[in-house]
């Protein structure tokens, strides 16, 4: 966050808007503190000057839920070909213009994804027996690909697995990199059926200033909070792609078929890759795309080619697997269901960045509870008014109000949220009644996943990254 007490106001309207935000962030923060009134009316000041600045430069006055239009480009990939009022999402750029994030329903037109609708949801209660997961019910998890295929097969009792993954960058993970597998714990309890989860610390060495020693070490220290998720070490399997490629012919023998099929055109319209990216990038989808197949995985599978493959993840993965869905007729094999969630907010909003170098941009697994209260207070972007006697009158905005979107993630019971909404939204509860809300939230949740981690010794992790059979009972 942009300390916007020094030097002079930045000059493009999204800085501007930013350094608003910002700026009512340390108003609130002063008044709550009971700060002097001389530097509370400074920060005023600096407020009323930045929000002219704005006026000057957009030709309207800021508004908390709508950031100017044609904001410069954040992402330095194809910039000249991006409409600046669209959101921009591959798998390693995340852009957008709206406080509110990234408009889901625009993209799953774009992906040409199908919508989870509560028809598909309650089809997924019918067959689990199963209260849906909270992801489901708040359109966390918003977009699919077969599902119901899937749902058709275990409703036959015929099996499928489940794949997912994650890319070891660094040795801290935060709160949303948890997303995905919380809901995939979720799924292999309610379905009872075995996992893979592939580390790629292959594509970290790739895309990343980083040793392979490095990318293998964070492979294993991120499979320790992986583990600490709590996944049944006898139906999962964790891999890092450095070990496991020199010791699975079945696996790289997937590889180099899906790698015939799949022309340098197409990865380079798929991924943007360019004629300056090393080798190993544009060879890199088939090895993210080859754990879609079971034969991948002899020791689970017995050879079989036929298993169903249903894959959770983040909507920015999806162009890996729309390559793999194409190639897997080509070769003989099922296509892969997709699962898809939306983008877990930086606590500054939205459109901002989250960044394992910028420890005030999350909430990570290794934060104390005083962390956590700090962060929450001083960071996470607020949807609330300037003044109390404006918010009391107008209410807040949940659209744009991190500590929300963070208790949608994270807060279980419904009707509290959505008693939440109303209060907050009407005026009743205030910014900082809300913050309070959602560190009592968060506290403890990854206090507890901390005291896991410190469960899972070497040992363990060896086993779960060790090739081997698994225990459950295909039909």
Request: glycine letters at 6%; charged letters at 25%.
């Amino acid at each position: 966050m942009a300390d916007t007490a020094n030097g002079e106001p930045p000059a493009s309207p999204m800085e501007l808007f930013n350094s608003i935000a910002a700026q009512g962030e340390i108003v609130r923060a002063l008044k709550a503190e009971k700060a002097s009134k001389d530097e509370v009316d400074a920060a005023v000041e600096m407020l009323s000057s930045l929000k002219a600045s704005y006026r000057s430069a957009v030709g309207e006055d800021y508004k908390a839920d709508c950031p100017p239009k044609n904001p410069a480009p954040e992402s330095d990939r194809d910039p000249d070909t991006m409409d600046p009022e669209e959101d921009f999402v591959d798998p390693w750029t995340v852009q957008t213009s709206s406080a509110k994030g990234v408009d889901y329903d625009k993209l799953i037109v774009r992906f040409g994804s199908s919508k989870i609708d509560k028809e598909l949801i309650n089809r997924i209660e019918q067959a689990t027996g199963q209260k849906p997961h909270r992801f489901l019910r708040r359109g966390v998890f918003f977009s699919h690909r077969d599902m119901n295929q899937v749902l058709d097969a275990y409703e036959n009792k015929k099996p499928f697995y489940l794949y997912t993954g994650r890319g070891p960058s660094s040795e801290a993970m935060h709160l949303g990199h948890l997303i995905p597998f919380i809901f995939t714990k979720w799924l292999q309890d309610v379905f009872n059926v075995p996992l893979v989860i592939q580390m790629t610390d292959d594509e970290k060495y790739l895309w990343k200033d980083l040793t392979l020693d490095q990318a293998h070490g964070y492979a294993v220290e991120n499979a320790k909070d992986i583990i600490a998720c709590g996944f049944d070490i006898k139906k999962t399997f964790i891999f890092s792609d450095l070990d496991y490629m020199g010791m699975s012919p079945g696996f790289y023998r997937n590889v180099v078929k899906i790698q015939k099929h799949v022309t340098f055109n197409q990865v380079k319209g798929i991924f943007g890759f360019t004629d300056s990216d090393c080798i190993g990038k544009i060879g890199f989808p088939a090895i993210q795309a080859a754990p879609s197949f079971s034969n991948s995985f002899p020791q689970i599978f017995k050879g079989k080619t036929d298993v169903q493959c249903l894959i959770p993840c983040a909507i920015d993965q999806d162009p890996y697997f729309r390559m793999t869905r194409d190639v897997a007729p080509r070769i003989g094999y099922p296509k892969p269901a997709l699962l898809h969630s939306t983008f877990f907010p930086a606590l500054q909003g939205a459109q901002t960045k989250m960044s394992a170098s910028d420890p005030n941009s999350s909430i990570f697994l290794t934060d104390s509870a005083k962390q956590i209260k700090t962060k929450v207070n001083k960071h996470a972007f607020s949807g609330g008014r300037d003044t109390v006697e404006e918010h009391r009158q107008f209410g807040g905005n949940c659209d744009v109000d991190v500590s929300f979107m963070y208790l949608t993630f994270f807060l279980e019971d419904d009707d509290r949220l959505e008693q939440i909404k109303q209060d907050y939204s009407s005026g009743a509860m205030l910014t900082g009644e809300l913050k309070k809300e959602l560190i009592e939230v968060l506290q403890p949740l990854i206090a507890e996943h901390q005291a896991r981690r410190k469960e899972v010794t070497d040992e363990i992790v060896k086993e779960f990254m060790t090739p081997r059979q698994l225990t459950f009972d295909f039909q």
